[in-house]
């Protein structure tokens, strides 16, 4: 094993000149790595070049069927392993490298899957370098000798049975590893499918040999059987749940939960089914138990176990931990963003991200302001694996004389006032990964012709320079703009619209998904008296029930200024619903305000009044009242008073 540790920028740096001059800079790359791309390169393999072959389904039945004694026990440890990982691909090859089963967590199986992954073909993979090196092995993604891998990152370990090759297993985009972590868990599952393969255990033999690779995991992971009785379980499992350390527990899973239907949230397999509930632990008090991935294990004798990989967390922390399975997380990205939603209609937007982040093709994002536009296309950019930066732009703040060198950058001297050494634009700094134009209605049509030219061509012209520059840059536009209506009013090129529109999505407004609100409130609370460095104080239940009764007219954005308004003037550590009425309506207590001071109001003049105090502002007074905007708009009507706008 070479004894040089991987480093990003050595290794761009050793590819670029190995690629430009057939040389290997021996300080900046591993012994391994070095000897796959003088393979690559030899055999003539293109590192530009994106082909991969078809996959075949009838070698792939073939293979299956050749290989399935190795399968019987391969693909319950696989399903095991998939779920200690949580996210990611998890696939297993032929001694010739044919990739004959594989698992995924994305809807379209990887290029590799039921092809040969010879590195004349496809250049160096991990499962390329393990079978050449006869060893584990972890390849990072920019060791990758062509360009189109570079995305991801992976580990591969052989199958040795009787010392002969059987073999190789292999684990890619892991949710929150490290290397090294992929790479042992990798490893330990090579050893644990050779060790059933030849010993051919009894039941409890199979518990107590994969026991190895579940306590493993990097958090806790249970094994329960169909009756829900745990069957096996890692040490963090034990950190929280008193339980023995015998590989067979015989204790049930019902005798932790604080709700015992909560039962079928870890044997149901239906993937809409919830996947939060309380548990009882050890501190003799109740935590919050979030499932994060759950898969049936099926061994050859017909036994069915469900593998379950969760989070424990304090019941303040809750939504913090809830929100974190709806984010996508990569060991190597940063999360700073709000993903947050479990209602149906945040959920669907959620499914189509999920499906098209992988994928180049640009995206129109539309929806009212406020509603997480620029939130949607980070998290496209986190999951896409996209080894650039994410580069937003306003189109709306950039005066139009200088919007062309903003995006497309300059040569020195190209204008009065420029930087005497030039300045590269934002699609440059872009290279390699995202650009997003928000507010792309705003966009000149003049801008919008130079747009269009480098969605066409890939290339872009320093003002000031005559030499073109071809880059690697995916777009994301949005806009709160009808922009169907703007082509009809020919306000924005139609040509422009349907390049930029290959994938549209449009985000609901916070009105129509206002079951998310609670869970939004409480993580921005959170997340601002951390900021703030104050206690987070509680939240009354009745502060809920009044937020959404609102509309929302600035949506998530207006509603995290209110969090943070009512954060600030919160007394006794405690948000009620006087704070929401006194800091948020403008008024003081409404009940007491208007009804116990004024207790003959009759129901014309309680209307009259809070409109006449919030401006006539419906949306407000609506919320106050407890009732609709339509609602009130009728007794407005039946009561004939005339709203007065502020």
């Known amino acids: 094993m070479s004894k040089i540790e991987y480093d990003r920028g050595l290794t761009m740096s050793a590819w670029q000149h190995f690629i430009e001059n057939g040389e290997i800079l021996e300080d900046r790359v591993r012994e391994e790595v070095a000897r796959s791309w003088i393979r690559c390169r030899e055999v003539g393999v293109d590192p530009f070049g994106i082909a991969y072959p078809h996959m075949s389904r009838k070698t792939l039945f073939q293979k299956q069927d050749q290989y399935r004694s190795i399968l019987s026990y391969a693909i319950p440890c696989m399903h095991l392993l998939h779920t200690i990982m ?27 899957y039921g092809i040969y992954l010879s590195e004349d073909v496809c250049g160096n993979t991990a499962i390329s370098v393990a079978a050449y090196e006869k060893m584990p092995f972890y390849l990072h993604k920019y060791e990758k000798y062509r360009v ?34 992929t790479l042992d868990l990798v490893s330990k599952s090579a050893e644990v499918i050779c060790r059933l393969l030849v010993d051919s255990p009894s039941k409890k033999e199979t518990l107590s040999i994969i026991s190895s690779l579940i306590e493993m995991g990097h958090k806790p992971v249970l094994l329960i059987d169909k009756s829900g009785t745990i069957v096996g379980a ?33 044997v149901s397999d239906d993937e809409s ?33 469900t593998a379950i990989t969760f989070e424990i967390s304090q019941p303040g922390k809750q939504v913090r931990e809830r929100a974190s399975i709806l984010r996508p997380l990569f060991a190597d990205k ?61 189109c709306g703040d950039i005066p139009e004389g200088l919007l062309q060198s903003e995006l497309f950058g300059y040569e020195k001297g190209a204008f009065t006032g420029a930087n005497r050494e030039g300045s590269i634009g934002k699609f440059e700094y872009a290279n390699h990964g995202t650009l997003f134009l928000d507010e792309i209605g705003d966009m000149p049509l003049s801008m919008q012709v130079s747009l269009l030219r480098f969605i066409q061509e890939r290339t872009i012209l320093k003002v000031g320079s005559n030499k073109s520059k071809v880059l690697d840059v995916r777009i994301i536009a949005a806009t709160n703009k009808d922009i169907e209506q703007m082509v009809k009013d020919k306000q924005f090129r139609n040509d422009l619209y349907y390049r930029l529109n290959i994938i549209g999505l449009t985000l609901p407004p916070l009105r129509v998904r206002k079951e ?23 939240i009354q239940p009745d502060v809920y029930d009044i937020l959404c009764r609102y509309d929302w007219p600035g949506n998530v954005r207006e509603l995290r200024n209110v969090a943070e308004k009512v954060l600030i003037m919160s007394e006794h550590n405690q948000i009620t619903a006087k704070t929401i009425y006194a800091y948020i309506f403008n008024y003081d207590d409404f009940n007491s305000n208007l009804s116990s001071s004024t207790p003959q109001l009759t129901e014309k003049e309680k209307i009259a009044k809070l409109l006449d105090v919030n401006g006539g502002n419906i949306t407000r007074s609506a919320a106050a009242l407890g009732m609709t905007r339509d609602t009130l708009y009728r007794k407005i009507k039946k009561h004939g008073i005339k709203v007065l706008k502020a």
């Open 86 to 112: 949580i996210e990611g691909n998890v696939s297993i090859t032929t001694p010739d490298l044919f990739t004959y089963y594989m698992l995924s967590s994305y809807e379209a199986d990887p290029l590799s």
């Open 148 to 181: 189109v891998d570079q995305n991801y990152s992976s580990a591969a370990a052989p199958l040795y049975l009787n010392g002969k090759l059987a073999g190789i297993i292999s684990a890619g985009a892991s949710y929150g590893l490290s290397p090294q972590e």
């Open 234 to 266: 890692n040490n963090d499992c034990r950190r929280f749940i008193e339980m023995s350390e015998n590989a067979e527990i015989h204790m049930n899973l019902t005798d932790i939960l604080v709700n015992r239907n909560d039962l079928s949230i870890f």
């Open 273 to 305: 089914e919830r996947r939060c509930c309380n548990v009882k632990t050890i501190y003799e008090n109740v935590f919050s138990c979030i499932i994060m991935k759950k898969d049936n294990l099926r061994f050859p004798d017909g036994t069915v176990y």
């Open 334 to 394: 940063e999360e700073n963003i709000e993903y947050i939603g479990n209602s149906l209609a945040w959920q669907k937007v959620d499914k189509v991200i999920r499906k098209i982040a992988r994928f180049p093709s640009n995206v129109l994002i539309q929806g009212e302001s406020g509603t997480g536009k620029e939130v949607v296309a980070q998290t496209i950019h986190n999951l896409s694996g996209r080894r650039g930066y994410f580069v937003a732009v306003n």
């Open 516 to 538: 998310d609100i609670p869970n939004l409130v409480q993580h921005f609370i959170l997340n601002l008296s951390e900021q703030y460095g104050i206690p987070t104080p509680s």
